[in-house]
């Protein structure tokens, strides 16, 4: 086993702040980004599109065992040969794990990182909502590990992340002899239901970090985005309606309008870094907005969501929300991000851990009152009462009336709703706010 790195073949493309895009596991980097590349460089940034070892035009080195960090640090061996001091990164799928892993290493290299359906599987072990689906992965996993037949498990195997893909790359596809090329290495790579990131370094993890999630993935992938956020609050966490796992190629302009905002509000001139004058902030001004998102309260405050599939124009926002519910509840997270929300914050209403919530500006708080509503009133006076929140609209939910009593004079911009009517309170709360 060797540990050395080695220097990935990419895809470079225009100039100013670097963007390092990483594919997945079956598409190198010009099919996987075919979509992305050419609109970031007319954005004014530099891409580079690496092909992970092994695949496209890359080395496969001289290892048979290649570990998401050794991966990782090719990427950091390649941007220094191109003298890149720091950029940007975006990982879909399996590179999303690298690209994670990375910013986990070696975070000074790393001014954003945007994770596309992370595949952090590993993290489904043990929950009994998803053992029988992560017990189905890790079988056919282990089929693929063992060098059985590729129709024997590949197209189940594929289903269980992206089932649209798993038809489309079937002997005799056009795509096939990417699918080929891919099983020559893939078994040599560190198995995705193995891969878990490092808990120390990912709670001290302070990169800015956009997690991209398909409202039509499926649910392990959608838990694995909401795991994630939960677990980095600062993280914006976003699921595009109508997506599945290939979003970003599926729905390329949303994507590519989603990334260009994230990455505007994290320039390389805030990590010190020198970026053309075309790209600088001068005389204390604020830089001038990309066009998609023209209406941006606060860098951190939201990020834009997909248009509804079919349409173009201005990109609407998303908002913050900071959630307490108890588990029964959990699908109005859901119903907030199908419907366009950022929801970094999600825990259960107890416990003094909310007192953190005004850390994470967040443009609406919503709390749940259907169980321990003496709880869950005293903790909205107390979020009412915190500076960093005024003006906030705090949302609180309960099927009875009678639950919110006491909190009117009590809490500056009250929202009352029941639970089938959230989605509506939140967007007219949030309207009214603006």
């Known amino acids: 086993m060797s540990d050395t790195t080695v220097e990935l073949a990419a895809i470079e493309r225009g100039a100013g702040p670097a963007v390092t895009l990483i594919h997945g596991g079956v598409f190198h980097s010009g099919p996987a980004w075919a979509r992305t590349i050419g609109p970031l460089v007319q954005a004014g940034y530099r891409v580079i ?112 992340m992206d089932p649209a893909m798993a038809r489309s790359l079937r002997p ?56 994630l956020a939960e677990r980095l609050p600062s993280a914006q966490h976003v699921e595009m ?29 805030s990590a010190g870094l020198e970026v053309p004058a075309h790209r600088r902030r001068t005389g204390g001004a604020q830089q001038a907005p990309h066009p998609a998102i023209s209406s941006l309260r606060s860098p951190d405050a939201s990020i834009p ?50 007192k953190q919530i005004p850390r994470l500006e967040p443009d609406l708080v919503l709390i749940d009152l259907t169980r321990l509503p003496d709880q869950g009133k005293a903790m909205a006076v107390t979020l009412a009462g915190n500076d960093a929140l005024s003006g906030i609209p705090i949302v609180v939910v309960s099927e009875k009336d009678s639950a919110t009593r006491g909190l009117k004079g009590k809490v500056e911009n009250l929202v009352l709703t029941n639970p089938s009517d959230i989605v509506t309170a939140v967007k007219s709360a949030l309207s009214g706010k603006d």
Not at 182 to 211: G, K, T
Not at 214 to 224: F, H, N, Q, T, W
Not at 259 to 264: P, T, V
Request: aromatic share 8%; hydrophobic share 40%; proline share 8%.
């Open 172 to 227: 005799g596809s056009p795509a096939w002899p990417l699918v080929e090329r891919a099983l020559a290495c893939q078994w040599r790579e560190e198995p995705i239901s193995f891969y878990r990131p490092d808990e120390d370094r990912l709670d001290a993890l302070a990169v800015p970090m956009l997690i991209v999630n398909g409202g039509d993935s499926e649910p392990a992938l959608r838990e694995v985005g909401e795991l």
């Open 49 to 160: 599109a690496v092909d992970r070892r092994g695949y496209g035009r890359s080395p496969a080195g001289d290892t048979d065992q290649i570990s998401v960090n050794l991966q990782a640090r090719d990427v950091a061996t390649t941007l220094r040969l191109r003298e890149v001091e720091a950029s940007h990164l975006a990982g879909v799928s399996y590179g999303a794990l690298v690209a994670l892993e990375l910013a986990l290493a070696r975070p000074e290299l790393v001014l954003s990182l945007t994770l596309v359906e992370p595949t952090i599987f590993s993290w489904l072990k043990g929950d009994p909502d998803y053992e029988p689906w992560i017990h189905r992965f890790t079988e056919l996993e282990g089929l693929g590990i063992a060098g059985t037949p590729h129709h024997v498990w590949l197209e189940p195997w594929l289903s269980l």
């Open 305 to 354: 969501a997909r248009p509804q599939a079919g349409t173009e124009g201005p990109v609407t926002m998303i908002s913050k929300i900071a959630v307490l519910c108890w588990e029964e509840s959990r699908p109005w997270v859901s119903a907030l991000r199908q419907n366009g929300y950022s929801v970094p914050w999600v825990e259960e209403p107890k416990g003094d851990s909310y």
């Open 241 to 269: 309606a109508g997506a599945g796992h290939q979003l970003h190629a599926q729905c390329a302009g949303a994507f590519n309008q989603l990334l260009e905002a994230f990455m505007a509000h994290n320039p390389a001139d």
